[in-house]
T-cell receptor
Framework: DAGITQSPRYKITETGRQVTLMCHQT?????MFWYRQDLGHGLRLIYY???????DKGEVPDGYVVSRSKTENFPLTLESATRSQTSVYFC?????????????FGPGTRLTVL | TQLLEQSPQFLSIQEGENLTVYCNSS?????LQWYRQEPGEGPVLLVT?????EVKKLKRLTFQFGDARKDSSLHITAAQTGDTGLYLC??????????????FGKGTLLTVNP
C-alpha cells in the first residue's frame, strides 16, 4: 500500500544501546523529516532531508544520526540511547520544499529507554 | 519559550456544543497549518492558511488566520464524538531558505462526550 510506514511501532531498550528507527515512504517525496513528541514540548524537529544524501539538523539533533542513501528510506539512529530519548518518534514526508506543501506523518514509534 | 501558544490545553465538551481553540504567537508566520492527531497515530493535515485574514471552512470546522499573521483560530460547530483528538497548529517563519521548517504548538486535547 502507498504511504509512509515506521518500524518498529514499539521498542524498549536499555541505556547505552544503539537503536535504529526505520521510516519508509512509497510516494518518492524528496523531503523527509524526523520529529519527537513529548508531553509538555509538542512536536520538535530532529533532522530533515531534502533528497538522498542531503540531510540537515533540526531543533534537537544531539544524540541522533540520520542517513538517506535511498529516496524512500530515512532511518534514525540513536547511537547510545539515554533515558531522555524516551519519546514517540514520527517520520514525515512532504510533497515539496515549502511548508505549505502537504506533509504526511507516519504512525509513530514509541521508544522507551530504561 | 514556546513560539506558538495553544489554548486551551484541554477541552471537554458535550456532543452538539460549539468550541474555539486558539493558536497565538508574537512572531509573524508566512503560513500556518492545523493538524488533528488521534491516539496512536500521526498528525493529519486539516488545512493550510497563508494570507492574513484568510478564512477556510472544512465541513463543521472553520479556520481563521489573523490579519497580522500572528495568530489563528479553529472553530468547530456542533461537535461530534468523532472530533475527539489532539489539535495542533504549526507555523512557518520567514521566507526562502527557512520556509521549509514547521514549528508546532503543544496542542489542544479535545474530548467530545456523547
Amino acid at each position: 500500500d502507498a504511504g509512509i510506514t515506521q518500524s518498529p511501532r514499539y521498542k524498549i531498550t536499555e541505556t547505552g544501546r544503539q537503536v535504529t528507527l526505520m521510516c519508509h515512504q512509497t510516494w518518492s517525496h524528496s523531503y523527509m523529516f524526523w520529529y519527537r513528541q513529548d508531553l509538555g514540548h509538542g512536536l520538535r524537529l530532529i533532522y530533515y532531508s531534502a533528497a538522498a544524501d542531503i540531510t540537515d539538523k533540526g531543533e534537537v539533533p544531539d544524540g541522533y544520526v540520520v542517513s538517506r542513501s535511498k529516496t524512500e528510506n530515512f532511518p534514525l539512529t540513536l547511537e547510545s540511547a539515554t533515558r531522555s530519548q524516551t519519546s514517540v518518534y514520527f517520520c514525515a514526508s512532504r510533497t515539496g520544499y515549502y511548508s505549505t506543501d502537504t506533509q504526511y506523518f507516519g504512525p509513530g514509534t514509541r521508544l522507551t529507554v530504561l | 519559550t514556546q513560539l506558538l501558544e495553544q489554548s486551551p490545553q484541554f477541552l471537554s465538551i458535550q456532543e452538539g456544543e460549539n468550541l474555539t481553540v486558539y493558536c497565538n504567537s508574537s512572531s509573524v508566520f508566512s503560513s500556518l497549518q492545523w493538524y488533528r492527531q488521534e491516539p496512536g497515530e500521526g498528525p493529519v493535515l486539516l488545512v493550510t492558511v497563508v494570507t492574513g485574514g484568510e478564512v477556510k471552512k472544512l465541513k463543521r470546522l472553520t479556520f481563521q488566520f489573523g490579519d497580522a499573521r500572528k495568530d489563528s483560530s479553529l472553530h468547530i460547530t456542533a461537535a461530534q464524538t468523532g472530533d475527539t483528538g489532539l489539535y495542533l497548529c504549526a507555523g512557518a517563519l520567514g521566507r526562502g531558505g527557512s520556509n521549509y521548517k514547521l514549528t508546532f504548538g503543544k496542542g489542544t486535547l479535545l474530548t467530545v462526550n456523547p
